[in-house]
């Protein structure tokens, strides 16, 4: 009987959602964006980084007639070297340029003497659009700097070699193809708690504040129905959109990312298994249970529809504004932030795309805590429905 | 058969209802009678189990409201004074909703819905959503999904408000149809020619109290007046809120 009322409730809030075009577009919409959004976003950004990295260097240079030498091995590398502004200082603050180069009249005769040789380059580090230019421009002065050391040491009968005492090699050993790339990874957290906390949202509030507005739980009340199964009836529904919209948020980001024509306008290739969506999406099952549960407490709680509407809001923008830092941020997972619902999961997730092997303590911390909240939270939302001011609250 | 002992509800310093005490017995209609914010509602919320008294108990077919709620509410059919419907249902949807959660199913459930439809004369709405419907239509369904279960119990707090003529008289009619069935109906109203019309025992509640209760022919007696609007009067001390 009480399975067949917890049913008869959770199927009737379903039908109920789902006849409202609006409710349903909205959450389609909210949850469907936002992988949708980070894949543009994020493809524009690596496209315009690989695109600023092929392209010739713009350098203004002040006094290229004082080393010939050195402007002929800039074009030689890539660098179209124009013809400075008169104040170069002023220009670059204003940002009419990004970059110059100063090459002083006293470059000739240090050069010939053996002398360091001065160069000034001139940029406004608080331009951060300049960081790239200046960076590629310090290293071809470096290269040619290295050029002459080579050259003067086996005029001098000495190997180039000795001015070399490290040999610094980097490596990367990020797996497979998934370096710098594999930062959209990180985002992957970030869609899926998003969709969980967005995915119920409107089920939660409009079968509990929603009813209780239309005056239509009175007489649901009314009903020999025990209230816990009334509250598990709500849940279920809005569970069951919940975890829809997160596993639809999941694929669509992760399938998006194999379509080949999306990896050709990102840049980004990334071979995803199946084994990480699902892996993922079991990290999250406990996230999207403790939203719902959290979510459907506060509106009952509210006031008026409106006041819950902007309360689970909030609870929602909470809920995952750890994971959108969390993705930028650069950190050390420290083992106590396993402890904390959703932030856990952001780590796990994070793992478990760079192909990591799991914590399998900190899989069962993050999961027992998430879920010990949400069923606070449920047990608190029952015990609200069983006080008669659940139908005064108005 | 609905038994009421010494109910009492404040709500903070309004004393909604103060010492309620009646029966109102199988096989016959009986009436609260008041003005507006006598107490009326409150009282039957208390019956109903969605508030909880302060003191007294409210007993249906021997099981108390507060102890063996779900007991006593399988065996009630309420009518409350806000019956919000769910706009997205149709009118069947709505009351086989209700069906549903009391345990019905299949053909029966199904059945029950035919027939109340049918005496409350909304077979054109019946496959309707709820959207848009007249005080009328929305108090037909929220009546018929009080009774889909055939409560032995009514409880109907101002069925008539908000209807025409005619819906008043389907109203009516099915009311009297219900206690010849000899189910025990209890219904609240300001309206005094309709208490006097429909009641078999009246109750006469003003600011929570009971001030008078008996048969119509009862109160006329007690008051000394021939004019049974003219005993309320006497009852109350005032037409206000009455009409």
Redesign the interface.
Known sequence: MILRQLWTIAHKETIDNLRDRRSVGNALLTVLMVPLLYIVLFGFMNRAFSEQARRPLDLPVVGAEHAPNLIAFLAQNNVNVLPGPDDPETAVRSGDVNLVLVISADYGDAFTEGRPAPVRLLRDASNQSSDMAAARAASVLQQYSQQIVALRLVARGLNPAITTPLMVERVDVSPDDRGGAGFILNLLPVVMITAAFFGGFYLAVDTTAGERERDSLESLLLNPVRRTVVVLGKYLATFVFAMLGTVLATTCFLLLLRVPQVQDFTGIRLSIGNELIITALLLMLPVVLMAVAVEILIASYARSFKDAQNYVQLVALIGFMPAVFLSVLPFNPQNWMYAIPTIGQVLLINQAARGELLPMNSVLLTTAITLALGLAALGAAVRLYSQERIIQAK | MIEVSHLTKSFGAVKAVQDVSFAAPDGLITGLLGPNGAGKSSCM?LI?????PDSGQAVIDGYDVQKQ???A??R?G?L?D????????TAR?NVR??G????LGGAELENNIDNLFQLLDMDDIAERRCEGFSTGQRVKV?IA??LVHQPQNVVLDEPTVGLDVMSTRTMRQLIRRLRDEGRCILLSSHIMQEVAMLCDNIIVIAQGKIVLHGSPDELRQTTGQENLEDAFVSAIGTTEGLT
Request: aromatic share 10%; proline share 3%.
């Open positions: 919320r109903a189990g969605i508030l909880k709620t779900l007991a509410q399988a009630l309420v409350p806000k019956h919000g419907l769910y706009q997205r249902l949807e909703y209700y549903r959660l009391r345990g929220a999904r009080a």
